[in-house]
Protein backbone atom coordinates (compact mmCIF):
# COMPACT_ATOMS: atom_id res chain seq x y z
CA UNK A 1 0.00 0.00 0.00
CA UNK A 2 0.95 3.31 -1.11
CA UNK A 3 1.96 6.04 1.79
CA UNK A 4 -0.02 9.25 1.61
CA UNK A 5 2.33 11.48 2.18
CA UNK A 6 6.41 11.35 1.21
CA UNK A 7 8.27 13.92 1.99
CA UNK A 8 11.90 14.20 1.80
CA UNK A 9 12.92 18.28 1.41
CA UNK A 10 15.79 20.17 1.48
CA UNK A 11 17.51 24.07 0.83
CA UNK A 12 19.85 26.24 2.39
CA UNK A 13 19.29 30.21 2.78
CA UNK A 14 21.91 32.10 3.06
CA UNK A 15 20.96 35.59 4.65
CA UNK A 16 23.17 38.18 5.31
CA UNK A 17 23.04 37.81 9.08
CA UNK A 18 22.30 34.01 9.28
CA UNK A 19 21.50 31.12 7.49
CA UNK A 20 19.09 28.57 7.61
CA UNK A 21 18.95 24.93 6.72
CA UNK A 22 15.86 23.36 6.33
CA UNK A 23 16.25 19.50 5.84
CA UNK A 24 12.97 17.51 6.71
CA UNK A 25 11.88 13.85 5.52
CA UNK A 26 8.79 12.42 6.53
CA UNK A 27 5.94 9.34 5.66
CA UNK A 28 2.70 9.71 6.82
CA UNK A 29 -0.68 7.90 6.59
CA UNK A 30 -2.52 10.44 9.02
CA UNK A 31 -5.79 12.29 7.37
CA UNK A 32 -4.77 14.81 9.78
CA UNK A 33 -0.67 15.62 10.26
CA UNK A 34 -0.06 18.75 12.38
CA UNK A 35 3.45 20.11 11.88
CA UNK A 36 4.06 21.77 15.14
CA UNK A 37 6.60 24.54 16.32
CA UNK A 38 7.38 27.40 17.11
CA UNK A 39 7.47 30.73 14.63
CA UNK A 40 10.90 30.84 12.65
CA UNK A 41 11.26 27.15 12.28
CA UNK A 42 10.48 26.71 9.17
CA UNK A 43 6.69 25.22 9.03
CA UNK A 44 5.60 27.99 6.09
CA UNK A 45 8.58 27.21 4.12
CA UNK A 46 7.44 23.08 4.09
CA UNK A 47 3.88 24.01 3.13
CA UNK A 48 4.22 26.19 0.83
CA UNK A 49 7.31 23.44 -0.76
CA UNK A 50 4.09 21.06 -0.70
CA UNK A 51 1.70 23.39 -2.78
CA UNK A 52 4.76 24.26 -5.29
CA UNK A 53 4.78 27.92 -4.29
CA UNK A 54 8.30 27.39 -3.35
CA UNK A 55 11.24 25.24 -5.53
CA UNK A 56 13.75 23.45 -2.70
CA UNK A 57 17.03 22.65 -3.65
CA UNK A 58 16.63 18.70 -3.71
CA UNK A 59 13.62 16.67 -3.12
CA UNK A 60 10.85 14.80 -3.03
CA UNK A 61 7.04 14.95 -2.72
CA UNK A 62 5.04 12.00 -3.33
CA UNK A 63 0.92 12.39 -2.75
CA UNK A 64 -0.84 9.05 -2.54
CA UNK A 65 2.12 7.38 -4.37
CA UNK A 66 1.46 10.46 -7.06
CA UNK A 67 4.84 12.50 -7.46
CA UNK A 68 4.09 15.77 -7.23
CA UNK A 69 8.07 16.43 -7.09
CA UNK A 70 11.17 14.73 -7.40
CA UNK A 71 14.21 16.53 -8.45
CA UNK A 72 15.84 13.38 -9.59
CA UNK A 73 13.54 12.46 -11.74
CA UNK A 74 13.01 16.03 -12.61
CA UNK A 75 9.45 16.08 -11.97
CA UNK A 76 8.03 19.50 -10.72
CA UNK A 77 4.22 19.45 -10.93
CA UNK A 78 3.20 23.58 -10.98
CA UNK A 79 0.75 24.79 -8.37
CA UNK A 80 -2.34 24.62 -11.01
CA UNK A 81 -1.80 20.97 -11.25
CA UNK A 82 -0.94 19.58 -7.79
CA UNK A 83 -4.64 19.45 -6.65
CA UNK A 84 -3.90 21.08 -3.07
CA UNK A 85 -5.62 23.81 -1.71
CA UNK A 86 -3.76 26.11 0.28
CA UNK A 87 -5.20 28.28 3.27
CA UNK A 88 -3.22 31.32 3.64
CA UNK A 89 -2.41 32.21 7.43
CA UNK A 90 -4.15 35.91 6.87
CA UNK A 91 -6.42 34.31 4.32
CA UNK A 92 -4.95 36.05 0.76
CA UNK A 93 -8.41 37.15 0.09
CA UNK A 94 -8.84 39.11 -3.52
CA UNK A 95 -9.20 42.47 -2.41
CA UNK A 96 -10.83 43.63 -5.27
CA UNK A 97 -13.07 40.59 -5.70
CA UNK A 98 -16.46 40.20 -3.84
CA UNK A 99 -17.17 37.25 -1.11
CA UNK A 100 -18.32 34.99 -4.50
CA UNK A 101 -16.37 36.13 -6.86
CA UNK A 102 -13.39 34.80 -4.45
CA UNK A 103 -15.27 32.36 -3.34
CA UNK A 104 -15.93 31.21 -7.53
CA UNK A 105 -12.81 32.42 -8.56
CA UNK A 106 -11.56 28.75 -9.34
CA UNK A 107 -14.49 27.81 -11.48
CA UNK A 108 -13.89 30.04 -14.31
CA UNK A 109 -10.29 28.89 -16.14
CA UNK A 110 -10.73 32.36 -18.68
CA UNK A 111 -8.45 35.33 -18.76
CA UNK A 112 -11.08 37.37 -17.16
CA UNK A 113 -12.78 37.56 -14.12
CA UNK A 114 -16.77 37.32 -14.41
CA UNK A 115 -19.38 39.96 -13.05
CA UNK A 116 -20.57 39.90 -9.44
CA UNK A 117 -23.51 37.78 -10.13
CA UNK A 118 -21.52 34.57 -11.87
CA UNK A 119 -22.31 31.65 -9.47
CA UNK A 120 -22.60 28.03 -10.32
CA UNK A 121 -24.29 25.64 -8.08
CA UNK A 122 -21.27 24.38 -5.72
CA UNK A 123 -20.24 28.04 -5.27
CA UNK A 124 -24.02 28.62 -3.79
CA UNK A 125 -23.78 24.90 -1.94
CA UNK A 126 -20.72 26.54 -0.18
CA UNK A 127 -21.47 30.10 0.01
CA UNK A 128 -24.63 28.33 2.00
CA UNK A 129 -22.71 25.79 3.66
CA UNK A 130 -20.08 28.51 5.64
CA UNK A 131 -23.38 31.05 6.20
CA UNK A 132 -21.65 33.37 3.97
CA UNK A 133 -24.64 33.92 1.46
CA UNK A 134 -25.68 36.84 2.86
CA UNK A 135 -22.15 38.71 2.45
CA UNK A 136 -21.50 37.53 -0.85
CA UNK A 137 -20.95 40.80 -2.12
CA UNK A 138 -19.43 42.11 0.68
CA UNK A 139 -15.51 42.70 -0.25
CA UNK A 140 -12.70 41.55 1.92
CA UNK A 141 -12.30 44.55 3.82
CA UNK A 142 -15.47 44.45 5.06
CA UNK A 143 -15.21 40.93 6.51
CA UNK A 144 -14.03 39.86 10.30
CA UNK A 145 -11.41 37.62 10.88
CA UNK A 146 -13.71 34.43 11.40
CA UNK A 147 -15.81 35.67 8.50
CA UNK A 148 -12.72 35.50 6.34
CA UNK A 149 -11.38 32.58 7.36
CA UNK A 150 -14.61 31.35 6.70
CA UNK A 151 -14.34 32.75 3.00
CA UNK A 152 -10.78 31.45 2.54
CA UNK A 153 -12.09 27.71 2.82
CA UNK A 154 -14.79 28.17 0.98
CA UNK A 155 -12.64 29.27 -1.78
CA UNK A 156 -10.33 26.30 -1.11
CA UNK A 157 -13.16 23.66 -0.92
CA UNK A 158 -14.85 25.21 -4.14
CA UNK A 159 -11.65 24.56 -5.93
CA UNK A 160 -12.45 20.48 -5.67
CA UNK A 161 -8.78 19.99 -4.00
CA UNK A 162 -7.68 16.44 -3.29
CA UNK A 163 -5.69 17.23 0.22
CA UNK A 164 -5.97 20.85 2.01
CA UNK A 165 -3.03 22.56 3.00
CA UNK A 166 -3.34 25.24 6.43
CA UNK A 167 -1.18 27.55 6.99
CA UNK A 168 -1.79 28.62 11.13
CA UNK A 169 -5.52 28.89 10.25
CA UNK A 170 -6.71 30.08 13.54
CA UNK A 171 -3.86 32.91 14.27
CA UNK A 172 -5.28 35.75 13.22
CA UNK A 173 -8.27 34.91 15.11
CA UNK A 174 -9.22 36.23 19.04
CA UNK A 175 -9.55 33.13 21.52
CA UNK A 176 -13.23 32.43 21.93
CA UNK A 177 -13.74 32.54 17.89
CA UNK A 178 -10.83 29.79 17.57
CA UNK A 179 -12.51 27.37 19.93
CA UNK A 180 -15.64 28.11 17.47
CA UNK A 181 -14.40 28.19 14.18
CA UNK A 182 -12.02 24.85 15.15
CA UNK A 183 -15.19 22.92 15.44
CA UNK A 184 -16.43 23.72 12.51
CA UNK A 185 -13.35 22.91 11.00
CA UNK A 186 -13.30 19.56 12.68
CA UNK A 187 -16.90 19.08 11.30
CA UNK A 188 -16.03 19.59 7.44
CA UNK A 189 -12.95 17.60 7.70
CA UNK A 190 -14.56 14.56 8.64
CA UNK A 191 -17.48 15.22 6.15
CA UNK A 192 -15.21 15.16 3.71
CA UNK A 193 -12.55 13.20 4.79
CA UNK A 194 -10.20 14.64 2.94
CA UNK A 195 -6.33 14.86 4.16
CA UNK A 196 -5.04 17.48 5.39
CA UNK A 197 -1.50 19.06 6.53
CA UNK A 198 -2.08 21.81 9.38
CA UNK A 199 0.61 24.12 10.72
CA UNK A 200 0.41 25.41 14.14
CA UNK A 201 2.61 26.83 17.18
CA UNK A 202 -0.86 26.83 19.12
CA UNK A 203 -1.07 23.18 21.46
CA UNK A 204 -4.57 23.40 21.20
CA UNK A 205 -4.73 22.65 17.40
CA UNK A 206 -2.88 19.92 18.00
CA UNK A 207 -4.78 18.22 20.76
CA UNK A 208 -7.93 18.72 18.33
CA UNK A 209 -6.26 18.26 14.91
CA UNK A 210 -3.52 15.76 15.30
CA UNK A 211 -3.92 12.37 14.26
CA UNK A 212 -0.33 12.30 13.82
CA UNK A 213 1.96 15.28 15.06
CA UNK A 214 5.72 16.14 14.20
CA UNK A 215 7.59 18.41 16.09
CA UNK A 216 9.60 20.87 13.56
CA UNK A 217 12.71 23.48 14.80
CA UNK A 218 15.40 24.94 13.25
CA UNK A 219 14.57 23.56 9.74
CA UNK A 220 14.43 20.14 11.48
CA UNK A 221 12.10 17.48 12.81
CA UNK A 222 12.81 17.56 16.75
CA UNK B 1 -12.65 82.37 -44.60
CA UNK B 2 -11.02 85.39 -42.96
CA UNK B 3 -6.73 84.95 -42.08
CA UNK B 4 -8.48 84.89 -38.20
CA UNK B 5 -10.58 81.92 -38.43
CA UNK B 6 -8.10 80.26 -40.83
CA UNK B 7 -5.19 80.63 -37.83
CA UNK B 8 -7.78 78.75 -35.36
CA UNK B 9 -8.89 76.16 -37.56
CA UNK B 10 -5.27 75.47 -37.30
CA UNK B 11 -4.63 75.57 -33.81
CA UNK B 12 -7.49 72.75 -33.77
CA UNK B 13 -5.76 70.64 -36.26
CA UNK B 14 -3.03 71.19 -34.39
CA UNK B 15 -4.99 70.33 -30.94
CA UNK B 16 -6.31 66.96 -32.70
CA UNK B 17 -2.80 66.54 -33.93
CA UNK B 18 -1.25 66.27 -30.41
CA UNK B 19 -3.79 63.91 -29.06
CA UNK B 20 -3.09 61.79 -32.01
CA UNK B 21 0.27 61.69 -31.24
CA UNK B 22 0.13 61.38 -27.96
CA UNK B 23 -2.64 58.42 -28.03
CA UNK B 24 -0.64 56.58 -30.27
CA UNK B 25 2.35 56.79 -28.13
CA UNK B 26 0.56 55.94 -25.15
CA UNK B 27 -1.13 52.97 -26.40
CA UNK B 28 2.32 52.00 -27.95
CA UNK B 29 3.88 52.44 -24.19
CA UNK B 30 0.93 50.34 -22.68
CA UNK B 31 1.59 47.48 -23.92
CA UNK B 32 5.53 47.66 -24.28
CA UNK B 33 6.15 49.72 -21.06
CA UNK B 34 3.63 47.55 -18.73
CA UNK B 35 4.95 44.09 -20.18
CA UNK B 36 8.82 44.89 -20.07
CA UNK B 37 7.79 46.40 -16.68
CA UNK B 38 6.39 43.13 -15.80
CA UNK B 39 9.27 40.88 -17.04
CA UNK B 40 11.57 43.33 -14.66
CA UNK B 41 9.41 42.61 -11.95
CA UNK B 42 9.40 38.89 -12.01
CA UNK B 43 12.27 37.32 -13.90
CA UNK B 44 16.09 37.51 -12.60
CA UNK B 45 18.28 38.16 -15.58
CA UNK B 46 22.02 39.32 -16.34
CA UNK B 47 22.15 42.93 -16.94
CA UNK B 48 18.87 43.82 -15.68
CA UNK B 49 19.55 47.41 -13.75
CA UNK B 50 21.61 48.37 -16.36
CA UNK B 51 19.31 47.71 -19.06
CA UNK B 52 16.56 49.43 -16.34
CA UNK B 53 19.00 52.70 -16.29
CA UNK B 54 19.08 52.42 -20.43
CA UNK B 55 15.13 52.18 -20.42
CA UNK B 56 14.94 55.25 -18.02
CA UNK B 57 17.50 57.52 -19.97
CA UNK B 58 14.97 59.25 -21.95
CA UNK B 59 13.62 60.78 -18.78
CA UNK B 60 17.04 62.60 -17.96
CA UNK B 61 18.45 62.78 -21.37
CA UNK B 62 18.03 66.45 -23.40
CA UNK B 63 14.98 65.72 -26.14
CA UNK B 64 17.16 67.16 -28.72
CA UNK B 65 19.96 64.20 -28.30
CA UNK B 66 16.87 62.12 -28.64
CA UNK B 67 15.96 63.46 -31.64
CA UNK B 68 19.45 63.33 -32.82
CA UNK B 69 19.95 59.96 -32.76
CA UNK B 70 16.36 58.76 -33.85
CA UNK B 71 17.20 60.65 -37.03
CA UNK B 72 20.42 58.79 -37.14
CA UNK B 73 18.46 55.46 -36.91
CA UNK B 74 15.29 56.19 -38.70
CA UNK B 75 16.53 58.47 -41.60
CA UNK B 76 17.40 57.98 -44.98
CA UNK B 77 20.98 56.63 -44.14
CA UNK B 78 20.27 55.18 -41.02
CA UNK B 79 19.85 51.53 -39.99
CA UNK B 80 16.39 51.12 -39.13
CA UNK B 81 15.57 53.69 -41.97
CA UNK B 82 17.16 52.45 -44.67
CA UNK B 83 15.18 48.58 -43.53
CA UNK B 84 11.83 49.62 -43.58
CA UNK B 85 12.53 52.21 -47.08
CA UNK B 86 13.75 49.13 -48.87
CA UNK B 87 11.23 46.56 -47.54
CA UNK B 88 7.79 48.28 -46.80
CA UNK B 89 8.69 51.49 -48.41
CA UNK B 90 8.17 53.46 -45.22
CA UNK B 91 9.93 56.34 -44.20
CA UNK B 92 9.17 57.92 -41.16
CA UNK B 93 10.95 60.79 -41.05
CA UNK B 94 8.73 64.38 -41.18
CA UNK B 95 5.39 62.23 -40.55
CA UNK B 96 3.10 62.14 -37.96
CA UNK B 97 3.91 58.24 -37.68
CA UNK B 98 7.39 60.03 -36.61
CA UNK B 99 6.09 62.28 -34.13
CA UNK B 100 4.60 58.97 -32.12
CA UNK B 101 7.70 57.39 -32.01
CA UNK B 102 9.40 60.30 -30.73
CA UNK B 103 6.58 60.68 -28.09
CA UNK B 104 6.60 57.31 -27.58
CA UNK B 105 10.20 57.34 -26.62
CA UNK B 106 10.20 60.42 -24.56
CA UNK B 107 7.44 59.19 -22.52
CA UNK B 108 8.45 55.63 -22.19
CA UNK B 109 10.42 55.43 -18.83
CA UNK B 110 7.16 57.26 -17.06
CA UNK B 111 5.03 54.38 -17.25
CA UNK B 112 7.80 51.75 -17.17
CA UNK B 113 8.92 53.15 -13.99
CA UNK B 114 5.51 53.36 -12.30
CA UNK B 115 4.48 49.82 -13.90
CA UNK B 116 7.76 48.51 -12.28
CA UNK B 117 6.85 49.87 -9.03
CA UNK B 118 3.39 48.85 -8.94
CA UNK B 119 4.22 44.99 -9.47
CA UNK B 120 6.93 44.92 -7.37
CA UNK B 121 4.80 46.34 -4.50
CA UNK B 122 2.04 43.78 -4.96
CA UNK B 123 1.72 41.19 -2.28
CA UNK B 124 3.32 37.72 -3.69
CA UNK B 125 0.52 35.61 -2.08
CA UNK B 126 -2.17 37.00 -3.86
CA UNK B 127 -0.53 35.47 -6.88
CA UNK B 128 0.14 31.64 -5.41
CA UNK B 129 -3.51 32.10 -4.08
CA UNK B 130 -4.86 31.96 -7.48
CA UNK B 131 -1.93 29.69 -8.78
CA UNK B 132 -3.88 27.15 -6.08
CA UNK B 133 -6.68 27.47 -7.13
CA UNK B 134 -5.85 26.48 -10.89
CA UNK B 135 -5.95 29.27 -12.70
CA UNK B 136 -3.48 29.68 -16.19
CA UNK B 137 -0.61 32.02 -15.23
CA UNK B 138 -2.07 34.19 -17.91
CA UNK B 139 -4.80 34.25 -16.52
CA UNK B 140 -3.62 35.04 -13.21
CA UNK B 141 -2.30 38.13 -14.99
CA UNK B 142 -5.48 39.59 -15.65
CA UNK B 143 -7.41 38.75 -13.06
CA UNK B 144 -4.82 39.36 -10.21
CA UNK B 145 -2.14 41.40 -10.78
CA UNK B 146 -2.76 43.78 -13.19
CA UNK B 147 -5.95 45.36 -11.29
CA UNK B 148 -4.05 44.96 -8.10
CA UNK B 149 -1.97 47.22 -9.81
CA UNK B 150 -4.15 49.23 -12.27
CA UNK B 151 -3.97 52.41 -10.17
CA UNK B 152 -0.41 52.78 -10.12
CA UNK B 153 -0.16 51.65 -13.67
CA UNK B 154 -2.87 54.28 -14.82
CA UNK B 155 -1.28 57.11 -12.62
CA UNK B 156 1.99 56.81 -14.75
CA UNK B 157 -0.17 56.61 -17.87
CA UNK B 158 -1.60 59.85 -17.59
CA UNK B 159 1.79 61.44 -16.66
CA UNK B 160 2.96 59.65 -20.05
CA UNK B 161 -0.23 61.25 -21.83
CA UNK B 162 0.74 64.68 -20.76
CA UNK B 163 4.33 64.10 -21.44
CA UNK B 164 3.57 62.88 -25.06
CA UNK B 165 1.36 65.75 -25.73
CA UNK B 166 3.93 68.23 -24.11
CA UNK B 167 7.08 66.77 -26.39
CA UNK B 168 9.01 69.68 -28.48
CA UNK B 169 12.68 68.71 -28.66
CA UNK B 170 12.51 65.39 -30.38
CA UNK B 171 9.57 65.75 -32.48
CA UNK B 172 10.73 69.07 -33.97
CA UNK B 173 14.20 66.70 -35.17
CA UNK B 174 12.45 63.85 -36.23
CA UNK B 175 9.26 65.03 -37.22
CA UNK B 176 9.89 68.64 -38.13
CA UNK B 177 7.17 71.36 -38.45
CA UNK B 178 4.41 70.76 -41.00
CA UNK B 179 1.36 72.25 -40.60
CA UNK B 180 -1.53 70.01 -40.61
CA UNK B 181 1.03 67.33 -40.57
CA UNK B 182 3.34 66.92 -37.79
CA UNK B 183 2.94 70.25 -36.42
CA UNK B 184 1.58 69.56 -32.75
CA UNK B 185 0.82 72.44 -30.29
CA UNK B 186 4.06 72.36 -28.71
CA UNK B 187 5.72 73.44 -32.33
CA UNK B 188 2.56 75.84 -33.12
CA UNK B 189 3.50 77.84 -30.32
CA UNK B 190 6.91 78.07 -31.12
CA UNK B 191 6.00 78.99 -34.49
CA UNK B 192 3.46 81.33 -33.43
CA UNK B 193 6.00 83.53 -31.04
CA UNK B 194 8.74 83.60 -33.96
CA UNK B 195 6.21 84.71 -36.78
CA UNK B 196 4.94 87.63 -34.26
CA UNK B 197 1.62 86.15 -33.82
CA UNK B 198 0.80 86.78 -30.17
CA UNK B 199 -2.95 86.51 -30.55
CA UNK B 200 -2.83 82.68 -32.44
CA UNK B 201 0.23 82.24 -29.48
CA UNK B 202 -2.42 82.87 -26.94
CA UNK B 203 -4.78 80.85 -27.66
CA UNK B 204 -2.51 78.29 -28.41
CA UNK B 205 -1.15 78.60 -24.71
CA UNK B 206 -4.33 78.86 -23.36
CA UNK B 207 -5.01 75.58 -25.40
CA UNK B 208 -2.18 73.89 -23.88
CA UNK B 209 -2.62 74.80 -21.05
CA UNK B 210 -6.25 73.74 -20.34
CA UNK B 211 -4.71 69.73 -21.73
CA UNK B 212 -2.36 69.71 -19.36
CA UNK B 213 -4.25 70.58 -15.97
CA UNK B 214 -7.07 68.25 -16.84
CA UNK B 215 -4.97 65.80 -17.59
CA UNK B 216 -2.82 66.25 -14.24
CA UNK B 217 -6.09 66.48 -12.89
CA UNK B 218 -7.32 63.04 -13.75
CA UNK B 219 -3.74 61.64 -12.95
CA UNK B 220 -3.52 63.23 -9.45
CA UNK B 221 -7.19 61.79 -8.58
CA UNK B 222 -5.76 58.46 -9.82
CA UNK B 223 -2.70 58.00 -7.83
CA UNK B 224 -2.20 55.47 -5.17
CA UNK B 225 -2.54 56.29 -1.82
CA UNK B 226 -5.52 58.61 -2.73
CA UNK B 227 -8.47 56.96 -1.58
CA UNK B 228 -10.26 57.21 1.29
CA UNK B 229 -8.96 53.87 3.29
CA UNK B 230 -12.02 52.09 4.35
CA UNK B 231 -11.44 50.17 7.55
Known sequence: MTTLWNIQLKKSYQHELRSFHLDIQLQSDAKRLVLFGPSGAGKTQILKMIAGLIQPDVGLIQFNGNPLLDTQRNINQKPQERSLAYVFQDYALFPHLTVRQNVAFSTNPSWFNKGKSYTTPGVDEWLDKLQLSELADHYPHQLSGGQAQRVALARAFVSKPQGLLLDEPFAALDQNLRRALREELQFLLQELSMPMILISHDPEDVAIFGEEVIAIDGGKRI | ?231
Open chain 2, 1 to 231: MDLESLKMSEAWIALRLTLLVAGCATLINLILGVGIAYLFSRKKFWGKEVLDAFLTLPMVMPPTVLGYYLLVLLGQQGVIGQFLKSHWGIQLIFTWQGAVIAAAIVSFPLIFKAARAAFESLEAQYEQAAQVLRVSDTAIFFRITLPLAWRGILAGLLLAFARAAGEFGATLMVAGSIPGQTQTLSIAVYEAVQAGQDDTANFLVLLTSIVCMSVLWVSGRLMPGRVVRQD
